[in-house]
């Protein structure tokens, strides 16, 4: 059974930072690309982050670029989100995903691109 598990989320005032943790289990993802999206209440799933297999090649939204920023360690089968300078709009439910497909060319930043989904962990940012 294939799991994306993440961890990290929690309450912390507006210029703070918290880091997210990704971890799969089932199989390993080392040839995936994966990301990073949010969902606020009311809102659509939204693109944040992505990562290609390789970890050479990363893409942001710009509503987080510079101060977000994701890795992942093959290794350990586990991506990363740091977010720093936290603003009360990056308050959202954020969803680890991974992409199906193996060695693609450049990570996806829409939704649909990617078929494995966490359950989400709340990011709550007050002002």
């Known amino acids: 059974q294939v799991q994306l598990v993440e961890s990290g989320g929690g309450l912390v005032q507006a210029g703070g930072s918290l880091r997210l943790s990704c971890a799969a289990s089932?199989?390993?993802?080392?040839?995936?690309?994966m990301g990073w999206f949010r969902q606020a209440p009311g809102k659509e799933r939204e693109f944040v982050a992505a990562?290609?297999?390789?970890?050479?090649?990363?893409v942001y939204s710009d509503s987080v670029k510079g101060r977000f920023t994701i890795s992942r360690d093959n290794a350990k089968n586990t991506q990363y989100l740091q977010m720093n300078s936290l603003k009360p709009e990056d308050s959202a439910v954020y969803y680890c995903a991974a992409d199906g497909t193996t060695y693609q060319f450049r990570p996806a930043t829409a939704v649909s691109e990617y078929g494995y989904w966490g359950q989400g962990t709340r990011v709550t940012v007050s002002s």
């Open positions: 990562i290609s297999w390789s970890g050479g090649y990363t």
């Open positions: 089932g199989r390993t993802f080392s040839r995936n690309d």
